[in-house]
Every structure is written in structure tokens, then in C-alpha cells.
T-cell receptor, first 114, second 111 residues
């Protein structure tokens, strides 16, 4: 199994500012995934963070709004830029286990934009 | 397109059995996952199916029919602590392992 440390666990931010969320994994993984979970809803994939190349974004998400870094095989960051109240969500990072039969999640970052 | 459907809410009684269904239509298929998520917490892994049939793990079982694009999660001997959201997710692409999640089913267990 993989242990994922995600921080901050929660934050309250002013609109127009940016927040960077960090995700640290206790083992090397090829791909890391960033999800958003809006209140009362399921998880939506934002992007796949690839080491050594640009992140791959899903429809509806763009790099300018959600820049992602992946400097090595155990770490990634997601920045939520120029925040508005609509960005208030839980953001989760995830990795797939070595057997590709299980995905592990960080504890999540609960973001509130005021 | 990608489409994964689950009932929005279900209720059941402590000690009973409940079946949560999931139907999917995805451009690819590399396995189906079930996750449990308590309010305010991250999802936790319950099961993975890639071949047709039933996988049993304690009180929880998961079934898959790839030809029908259908899965269910069966919870036996329900306990109050089973009150949670249950998320069905499909790994739609072999190369990326990214998961596409269904809408989630909120299960409430009553005494």
C-alpha cells in the first residue's frame, strides 16, 4: 500500500488569491492524480501529473487555473489560482498501487474561498 | 462519452443486506473499483473487479458483468458505521489508470 501525506488539510482563502496544495507519497509512483469533490458530490478528475512532462488536464480544467508541478516520483503540487467562491471544494491527490488494483487517496484539502 | 450511474440515496436497517448498483459506459475498461467515503473523510478502497464474477471480502462483496456494463456492491449484516457514501469508479484507460467516478450513493443505516 501507499501512504500519502497531503497538506494543508484545510484553508480559508480570500478570493483572487492562490493556494498550493502539496502531496507526498512514501514510494515512487509514475502517475499522480488530482481530484476535486464539490460539496455533496462525487469526485471529478482534474488532471494527471506525470513526472518529467506536463500534466494532462481533463475537459473543463486548464493549466492557467490549476497549474501542477511534479518534480520527482514522490511529490506533486496543485495550485488553485485566482480563486473564487466556486472553487470551494475538497481537493484530493491519488496514486495507483503497484499492482494497479487499488488507488490510494490523500486525506484531502478542504478549501473555502470567501 | 463516459457515464457512470448509481442511485443517489438508499436506506436500510441494521443487520439487513443492501445492494448498490452501478452501470457504466466508458470508452475503455481496465477495472471497476468501489470506495467507501464517510463525511469529511477521503475515500477508502473496498474492492476491485476486472473479470466477470463475484469477489467476496468479509461482509462486502462486489460483482461485475463487463458485457452488461454493470456492477454491484453487496453489504451484509449492516452496521450503523456502514452509513456512508459508496463510490463506483471505472479505470477507463489502461495507460493512465485514471479513475472516472460515479455520482456516489449515500447509504443511511437505521437501527
Amino acid at each position: 500500500s501507499a501512504v500519502i501525506s497531503q497538506k494543508p488539510s484545510r484553508d480559508i482563502c480570500q478570493r483572487g488569491t492562490s493556494l498550493t496544495i502539496q502531496c507526498q507519497v512514501d514510494s515512487q509512483v509514475t502517475m499522480m492524480f488530482w481530484y476535486r469533490q464539490q460539496p455533496g458530490q462525487s469526485l471529478t478528475l482534474i488532471a494527471t501529473a506525470n513526472q518529467g512532462s506536463e500534466a494532462t488536464y481533463e475537459s473543463g480544467f486548464v493549466i492557467d487555473k490549476f497549474p501542477i508541478s511534479r518534480p520527482n516520483l514522490t511529490f506533486s503540487t496543485l495550485t488553485v489560482s485566482n480563486m473564487s467562491p466556486e472553487d470551494s471544494s475538497i481537493y484530493l491527490c491519488s496514486v495507483v498501487g503497484s499492482a494497479n488494483t487499488e488507488a490510494f487517496f490523500g486525506q484531502g484539502t478542504r478549501l473555502t474561498v470567501v | 462519452g463516459q457515464n457512470i450511474d448509481q442511485p443517489t440515496e438508499m436506506t436500510a436497517t441494521e443487520g439487513a443486506i443492501v445492494q448498490i448498483n452501478c452501470t457504466y459506459q466508458t470508452s475503455g475498461f481496465n477495472g471497476l473499483f468501489w470506495y467507501q467515503q464517510h463525511a469529511g473523510e477521503a475515500p477508502t478502497f473496498l474492492s476491485y473487479n476486472v473479470l466477470d464474477g463475484l469477489e467476496e471480502k468479509g461482509r462486502f462483496s462486489s460483482f461485475l458483468s463487463r458485457s452488461k456494463g454493470y456492477s454491484y456492491l453487496l453489504l451484509k449484516e449492516l452496521q450503523m458505521k456502514d452509513s456512508a457514501s459508496y463510490l463506483c469508479a471505472v479505470a477507463g484507460s489502461y495507460n493512465t489508470d485514471k479513475l472516472i467516478f460515479g455520482t456516489g450513493t449515500r447509504l443511511q443505516v437505521f437501527p
